[in-house]
């Protein structure tokens, strides 16, 4: 029940308005999940020269949950001194699930490293060269002003060696996302659509009632998802590529190779109007990410006079012909919601 998610190449135009773009391709990017952009030979991109060295490396430990499900439990641990053997090299998607098979109930490892306050893209902003540290405030999150923003920062991560796991996750405060791949071996995504979540969510639950897919802790074989009809779709990105990430989706991605990655969190408008800004608002059972995000939401992300304005000026510079009905229903609908919002804050 899979294919691979959409690829768009974009021009220096485009790269510099990246949010208006993104906008262009919601439908497409909502469906679908994730979109991968491809830069043409003109887009430049602000990039630093040198790159930071991991200040620690967290080792997973990967366990399978069941004997019949290929499903895997992923734990971090701290300075793990048991000797695992070295990891086949991985140079397809077949070569690394076989090798997570081959495992059994055995312990396999993978390294990522995340490297906090650090970022491989210059932050002062140049009109000539892109940085992702401009996409926040292109976004619907410039309405919360330097106190949302100043909280925004880019995360950097390393994988180290072949068949770096990253598992199961949400989006932080379930945001739409930007992952770039500064360099290394490809990195290869798996993405569940928001629509397919819940029904994710259930099949998972029958099988062990006790595992959260928000947690961080899982990675599904996308066996397990054909053999319950679950929708889902694939990326593979390679250096200088960029992956966006829809708001409410799961995505989990393997490394083939050593690799650098950075991605920071953006908005739109229907992040609101689906109801992901609610602060009260969880999918997982065990209330895991209600306190979890460093993102303080503030009031004016939730104003219906600031959200009407981002809606009409990014309409306006998008110049996107609008269906009035379809955006009166709109505005309708952002005043109700800014009614329920006002008993969550």
Known sequence: MSNFAPIIEINPFDLENLIEFISKHEKILKEFGGIKIQLNFECQLALKKYYTPPICSTTQIITKISKDQSIYSVKKKENVNKYFPQRFPITNEQIFWSSLKDT?????????????????????????????????KQSLLQLGGNKVLDHIVSCLTRSSGPGGIYPLSNNEQELFSLVYHHQGGPRHWLI?????????????????????????????????????????????????????????????????????SESIPFALPSWIQQGYAFPSRSHSQCNLHLFASSIPMHLNLLENEFILQYLDTSTNQQKLPIDQSEFNQQILYLQILMQTVKFYI
């Open 192 to 260: 569940i659509p928001a629509y397919q979540r819940e029904y994710l969510r259930k099949i998972v639950n029958e099988e062990n009632s006790l595992v959260c897919l928000e947690h961080g802790q899982l990675l599904i074989d996308p066996l397990f998802l054909d053999k319950h009809h679950i929708k889902y779709h694939k990326l593979i990105q390679r250096p200088n590529e960029f992956i966006i990430l829809s708001a409410g989706i799961l995505s989990q991605s393997f490394t083939e190779d050593s690799s650098w």
């Open 104 to 136: 059994q109930k055995k312990m396999t490892q993978s390294s990522i490293s995340r490297i906090e306050n650090q970022t491989l893209f210059c932050k002062k902003l140049s009109k000539n060269t892109f940085s992702i540290h401009s996409i926040p």
